[in-house]
């Protein structure tokens, strides 16, 4: 097959009869513009991953012009702002993995009709301004700021995204200062929110149980202190608190309940 000969790898569906292409991951590989028109046909391809390679705006036209399509990672190529102008025409695209690629808000500015977005993990090329086009996405729900460049004044536009229930500054992100945090305050339908504690201190977890919806909180980095956690605590949503770092993860799961036993989910 030829996905395969050019070193793509191949996922199938699991419960149908006869089996159909579902997946397909073109990681490090050298594509040509005739390789993805030749996946047209594949009327059940909902994933594609194409990464660590270089594409082209003819590529990302043909890409579009694959309907079935639902999720596409384009990390670490050189896709451009011209590219998310073909992207924006993809029907039925939910998920856009844009981390270390050479888009910039004006690229974002370009995806605004994609209607169906739900997942979108930003460039590192984007300064900040480009977060007031998210808005325009009817159902976004999750945002990686992970490798983007925004500033803590930018987050005030991520209020505006009414349907928005995930933040991820897992990797990066803004290291928040009082603006940023009362930015976040702002989020009042954030279900869980990711943040890297190397870059941020441990009053950002205080502001955080201001957060109504709030059910889910991930750090990495760094431990968080007990204070902070017990401030997490009376937060009356809260399910689950998970840490990870390099060396070790845990993760506490906890009632209503502002029980002491709730304070140290780590022992």
Not at 103 to 120: F, H, M, P
Not at 190 to 214: E, Q, R, V
Request: overall charge positive; glycine content about 6%; proline content about 4%.
């Amino acid at each position: 097959m030829l996905i395969q000969r050019i070193g793509g790898k191949i996922s199938w569906s699991a419960d149908s009869e006869p089996k159909h292409i579902v997946a397909i991951d073109f990681d490090s590989c050298r594509l040509r513009l005739e390789d993805v028109e030749s996946l047209k046909p594949l009327e059940y391809l909902e994933e594609l991953k194409i990464t660590r390679t270089r594409v082209d705006t003819h590529i990302l036209e043909a890409v579009a012009k694959l309907t079935p399509l639902k999720r596409l990672s384009l990390l670490r190529t050189d896709a451009t702002d011209v590219g998310m102008v073909y992207l924006s025409q993809s029907p039925q695209l939910q998920e856009l993995d844009l981390i270390l690629t050479n888009v910039t808000d004006e690229g974002l500015g370009a995806l605004r009709r994609l209607r169906t977005l739900t997942t979108i993990r930003l460039s590192t090329k984007m300064k900040g301004s480009g977060l007031r086009y998210l808005a325009e996405f009817p159902v976004l729900r999750t945002v990686d700021l992970s490798g983007a460049g925004v500033d803590n004044d930018s987050l005030k536009w991520l209020g505006d995204i009414k349907s928005l229930r995930e933040i991820d500054m897992v990797c990066g992100g803004p290291t928040l200062d009082q603006t940023g945090k009362q930015n976040l305050c702002r989020l009042t339908g954030l279900t869980c929110l990711k943040m890297d504690m190397i870059f941020n201190d441990d009053h950002i977890l205080t502001y955080s149980k201001s957060l109504p919806m709030l059910q889910s909180v991930q750090v990495g980095g760094r431990f968080p202190s007990d204070l902070s956690i017990a401030a997490l605590a009376e937060a009356n949503v809260l399910r689950e608190l998970k840490f990870f770092s390099a060396k070790k993860s845990g993760t506490r799961n906890w009632p209503r309940s502002r029980a002491s036993s709730a304070l140290s989910p780590y022992t």
